[in-house]
């Protein structure tokens, strides 16, 4: 395997200018916005929730005639006029029980509370405009389809009913006539946009990547982790190779680099014979649309915790969620933000890593989320969602599960999106501007998306 080359001088001299900068950032936040999203927040669609069984709290209970939850939110992408893109994930947790969930979009608006005002409310909001909607329609989502038949692999629209069983009931027509993605084909959990306006999907079934034009419908078939092997990986499935990575552990995270040019994959669990506090991080050339052989580690503080997230500050430095499975009514909460640099590393590929956030330990001193306390913290089980908006602030949100729960109390979990200011800017954090935003936007609309390769 092929590993970042450090020798020459000036890529020694940014590291060494990387390590300064990331010693001298020190830990902490302070709540500057907060919005929160009821559990029971649906979207029009196919009946879900058929083959759960009900949440242990007794409410929100399934099955959803001709609804789908807008929930389980796993990345998030800038939206327009202050609007986010959020990724729903496979639906109810696990292959076996979303066949009717499906892969979607969403669009949303908060209307963050700051010390100057605000509700606290989140609203569904045009995919083209980031203007409010009064409900999560059709204007307000993308919803992932394999309407060209380019996959590779069996979904769910191929059946007469879900998993292909009478047992089950039939698969909904719009599924079926639409070939719409369901939580049963691909388990989805990062989402990045190239230059091109494409998305590229993280999946932790194969674990594949996945790539759609920006209406959604994939573009090619689903691209396999060389080497690596899911136990619902097709290889595995027709016996033509063995799983070497536990059940829901391929890719988590993703991060696109400024230049969109490479994603860097990292998964959330260790592949067999590596060291089991030791995730790998894979570089893939979007052009190529290849692992390039680029390979990094990052490093867990206890085998027992998992990753949530990864997005890039700069082209080789990037924000990684690190969580474990507690919340405030179970354990004790490990939620921390770290920022690690793939140009400090150690024998091995080991990335540097330096804590940016404790999401257990956020000053708020306006109380905004009402709580009677200056103290914020964020219990969720999962916490998958992380987006730098200027130097200083980031867009924090949890999965919230749906319509499981117990992150702060015994009940479903809302879905909660934070502002928090750092107690030190990132310096060279690179963004996109409006302009460079604009222009990317209008080359992309000049272009058909069922032309696209």
């Not at 927040?41 to 409410?59: A, H, K, L, R, V």
């Not at 474990?324 to 150690?346: E, H």
């Not at 009402?370 to 913290?377: V, Y």
């Not at 130097?391 to 909660?416: H, I, K, M």
Request: hydrophobic letters at 40%; one cysteine or more; a negative charge.
């Amino acid at each position: 395997m092929r590993r970042a080359n450090h020798a020459h001088t000036l890529a020694l001299t940014l590291a060494l200018a990387a390590g300064l900068s990331n010693e001298a950032l020190a830990a902490g936040g302070t709540l500057v916005g907060w919005a929160v999203m009821a559990p029971d927040t649906f979207s029009d669609g196919p009946t879900s929730g058929q083959m759960i069984s009900g949440n242990p709290y007794g409410t929100h209970l399934p099955p959803y005639p001709d609804r789908q939850p807008v929930q389980g939110f796993s990345a998030v992408l800038p939206g327009e006029n202050g609007s986010f893109l959020f990724l729903s994930d496979n639906g109810f947790g696990a292959r076996g029980n979303s066949a009717d969930a499906l892969l979607r979009l969403y669009s949303l608006r908060p209307d963050f509370r700051t010390a100057e005002g605000g509700t606290g409310t989140v609203s569904a909001s045009g995919l083209l405009t980031g203007l409010p909607l009064a409900r999560f329609t059709e204007p307000a989502r993308i919803t992932l389809n394999d309407a060209n038949e380019r996959l590779g692999v069996p979904i769910q629209a191929e059946h007469a009913y879900y998993y292909d069983s009478a047992a089950n009931p039939e698969v909904a027509p719009s599924i079926r006539f639409g070939r719409l993605l369901t939580g049963a084909d691909f388990d989805v959990e990062s989402v990045r946009q190239d230059a091109n306006c494409n998305f590229w999907f993280g999946d932790e079934f194969g674990p594949y990547l996945i790539k759609t034009d920006r209406a959604g419908t994939v573009l090619r078939s689903e691209i396999p982790l060389p080497g690596v092997y899911a136990p619902e990986h097709r290889d595995v499935v027709a016996g033509r190779a063995r799983a070497n990575l536990a059940g829901s552990g391929g890719v988590e995270g993703m991060a696109i680099s400024p230049r969109g040019d490479r994603l860097y994959t990292l998964l959330e669990k260790p592949v067999a014979g590596d060291p089991v506090d030791r995730l790998r991080i894979d570089e893939f050339d979007i052009e190529q649309e290849r692992y390039t052989g680029v390979r990094y580690f990052y490093r867990l503080e206890a085998p027992e915790h998992a990753i949530g997230d990864m997005t890039a500050v700069d082209d080789s430095r990037f924000l990684v969620i690190e969580r474990n499975g507690s919340t405030a009514t179970s354990g004790v909460p490990f939620k921390k933000i770290y920022l690690i640099d793939t140009r400090r590393v150690v024998s091995g590929g080991l990335v540097s890593k330096t804590e940016l956030v404790d999401l257990m330990n956020i000053a708020d001193p306006h109380d905004l989320n009402a709580d009677g306390s200056t103290l914020f913290t964020f219990p969720y089980v999962t916490i998958e969602s992380v987006l730098p908006l200027d130097p200083w602030t980031l867009l924090v949100a949890n999965d919230n599960n749906f319509p499981g729960g117990g992150g702060r109390e015994l009940a479903a979990d809302a879905t909660e999106l934070l502002k928090v200011r750092l107690a030190a800017p990132l310096a060279g954090l690179r963004l996109e501007g409006p302009a460079e935003r604009q222009r990317r936007l209008m080359r992309c609309a000049r272009v058909e998306p069922e032309t696209r390769s």
